[in-house]
Nanobody, 124 residues
């Protein structure tokens, strides 16, 4: 398994932007598909975005499509989530996740490694 650590959360006004980062341990980062999920209080965990091992292929949840962008830097073992046009309903704890296999960038993939999460709060 890979160890994951998210940073970049915080408080932002509606319409603003934030960029989350997730650093992964290990030497085989490119062999993992990476994803972001989020969970708001009282709600189920929601798929946000995922990227293939080479960063070429991506998937997005319907609620963030065209506002959020996932990308990765395999030289630095980092995956990012750029969040633009933030809305109060984007408020949640955001988690980074990894699935073994460079083509496992799907919502239902076996996301076996998880970070501790970072809080994102969007005020109206």
């Amino acid at each position: 398994q890979v160890q994951l650590a998210e940073t970049g959360g915080g408080l932002v006004q509606a319409g603003g932007s934030l960029r989350l980062s997730c650093v992964a341990s290990g030497r085989t980062f490119g062999n993992y598909s990476m994803a972001w999920f989020r969970q708001a209080p009282g709600k189920e965990r929601e798929f946000v975005a995922a990227t293939s091992g080479d960063g070429v292929s991506v998937n997005y949840g319907d609620s963030v499509r065209r506002r959020f962008t996932i990308d990765r830097d395999n030289n630095k073992n980092v995956v990012y989530l750029q969040m633009n046009s933030l809305k109060p309903e984007d408020t949640a704890v955001y988690y980074c996740a990894a699935a073994w296999g460079p083509e496992s960038y799907y919502r239902a993939s076996p996301w076996g490694s998880w970070g501790q999460g970072t809080q994102v709060t969007v005020s109206s």
